[in-house]
């Protein structure tokens, strides 16, 4: 069975041709048309990547990507015809993995989906390394999860990429130029700031207090890296 992949736009034309094309590349494809129909079906089924328009009947794309975040940290690449830095921002902000700017081209989509597929699965296959415990937080590195005071917290693919890079890594500061390529790779077009928000967004989830955080901390000057 191949990958599977949502695809989420109110544009058949758009949605016809994605299909098409990642369904010669063998992957299992199901294709939503407004914001509320993306929700619903995230929500009963498991995809291993969700391409996701911004301008979307319903809910919007934002909309959808937050409320998905709230259960599930499958990769999320936004599809946008804005093409507006702060929209590029937004989306990372709102959970996304990746955007696109329309108009695109589907070579460039299917890179895109398989760098992070090709990244997910090295995860995926990696040696198991067990149960990291710091403090309150528990690491299952194997099944990718994280637990603070025994609660499961939902981190996104890159937010919990970003710590168990971090937490195997302790004391070791990690430049945010050094953190992109790592997590997201050379192929990746943003630049830094999709690293601070990210960071950003862990402190929030993890930390008790993300204004003096106990396990990311910053460098200033420098970087962040994981307090041992």
């Not at 990769?75 to 990372?92: F, H, Q, S, V, Y």
Request: aromatic content about 8%; some cysteine; overall charge negative.
């Amino acid at each position: 069975m191949g990958k599977k992949v949502l695809v989420v736009d109110d544009e058949k034309l758009i949605v016809k041709g994605i299909r098409f094309s990642l369904e010669q590349d063998g992957m299992e494809v199901t294709c939503a048309y407004d914001g509320e129909e993306a929700l619903a079906l995230a929500k009963e089924n498991t995809y291993d990547m969700i391409l996701l328009d911004v301008m979307l009947p319903k809910l919007t794309g934002f909309e959808v990507c937050q409320q998905i975040r709230e259960f599930s940290g499958v990769p999320i690449i936004m599809l946008t015809a804005k093409g507006e830095d702060m929209d590029k921002i937004l989306g990372l902000e709102y959970g996304a993995d990746d955007y696109i700017t329309k108009p695109f081209n589907i070579l460039e989509v299917k890179a895109r989906i398989k760098a992070i597929m090709r990244r997910t699965g090295k995860q995926e296959d990696k040696e198991s390394s067990g149960i990291i415990e710091v403090g309150d937080m528990k690491l299952d590195c194997d099944g990718r999860r994280v637990y603070i005071e025994e609660k499961e917290i939902n981190l996104t693919a890159k937010e919990f990429d970003v710590l168990e890079l971090l937490v195997t890594n302790p004391n070791k500061v990690y430049s945010r130029e050094n953190l992109l390529k790592l997590i997201w790779g050379n192929d990746y077009p943003g630049d830094v700031r999709t690293v601070d928000v990210h960071i950003r967004r862990l402190r929030e989830k993890i930390e008790k207090n993300p204004s003096e955080p106990k396990y990311v901390h910053t460098k200033w000057g420098v970087g962040y890296y994981y307090k041992g």
